[in-house]
Structure formats: C-alpha cells, structure tokens
C-alpha cells in the first residue's frame, strides 16, 4: 500500500496533464501563446523551434512540484504527493518528446508506423498540422487519437464554413 499511493498519483498525474496539453494546446498555443507554437506548423530546417519553450514551462511546473515535495527546500511544510505529482509530470514530458517530437516529426529518431495506435497517433497529430495558421484545426492532445476519418470530415467542415484554411498537401 505505501507504494500503491504514489504510483496511483503519477499514473493519474501523467493522464491528467494529457487533459492540460489538450487544453492549453488549443486555447494558449492556438491562441495569445501562438507566437511561441507558430513556428511549429511552419517549414523550418532548425534545430530547435520557440515552441521548445513549452517544455520549458512544463519542466519548470515538475521541478515546482518535486521543490514543494521535498524536505530540504520545504522543512516542514514539504507536501510530500507534490513529489509524485512532479513525477507524473515529467513522466508526461517523457512521453510527450518521445512521441511528439520523435515519432510523429521524427526529430531524435527515423521510424514510421505502419498499423496500431502508433500509426493512428502519427496520423491525427499530422492532420492537426493540415491547417494553416491558428485558427480551427483538430487533435489537439497528444496520448490519446481520435479516428482519422472522423478528423478529416471536421477539417472539411471547417474548410466548408470558413473556421479553417486547410493545407492543399491534406488531400482534403
């Protein structure tokens, strides 16, 4: 039971914080916070982008947690979940850059899915890529996809009532 606790506190932190990317993905990133996420849908041959920032931010939010959690910077008042919660954080950066930055747009390794869920997750996320610009566009998190085919008929609605400029490489 000691470890059960903590361990159910990552797993749920790492699934809650797929709820924070989805949201702050489409009403920061695709919002006020463009400037920092513009270059991540636009060609580039660097090596980094602005939107690297972001994990930045969510590096700073898990080092927050595990300071809050530990005795040595908190003395009594050290929170001791805020340490898993921290965990789970960085457990969701991990996968975020594994699966973002390296499977979908191959930055640290070369592999491309050919059936499965990893398939599936290469395709919504490059679908949320279909648009041009902030606004409409779908797939904003990051674990779990929707069906593509259904994404593709919100793309189209969105090209067909103006929400959305769709990429002409879509094939939409």
């Known amino acids: 039971m000691d470890t059960l606790i903590p361990i159910l506190v990552v797993i749920i ?8 990317a989805w949201s702050s993905h489409k009403y920061i990133m695709h919002g006020f916070g463009w400037a920092w996420h513009r270059d991540h849908h636009e060609p580039h041959d660097k090596r980094f982008e602005k939107n690297d920032l972001y994990g930045v931010v969510g590096a700073v939010m898990s080092i927050s947690m595990f300071a809050l959690g530990s005795p040595l910077v908190m003395g009594d008042a050290a929170w001791l979940p805020a340490t898993w919660i921290g965990l789970g954080i960085l457990g969701y950066g991990i996968i975020y850059t594994l ?5 979908v747009h191959q930055r640290y390794f070369k592999w491309v899915p050919k059936k499965g869920y990893a398939k599936r997750l290469v395709q919504a996320h490059k679908l949320h890529h279909a648009t041009i610009g902030k606004e409409g566009g779908v797939s904003f998190g990051f674990l779990f996809a929707r069906d593509p085919a259904r994404l593709k008929a919100e793309l189209r609605e969105q090209r067909q009532s103006g929400i959305a400029e769709i990429r002409e490489s879509a094939g939409l």
């Open 99 to 103: 699966i973002h930055d390296g499977l």
């Open 13 to 20: 932190t790492i699934l809650l914080m797929e709820m924070v």
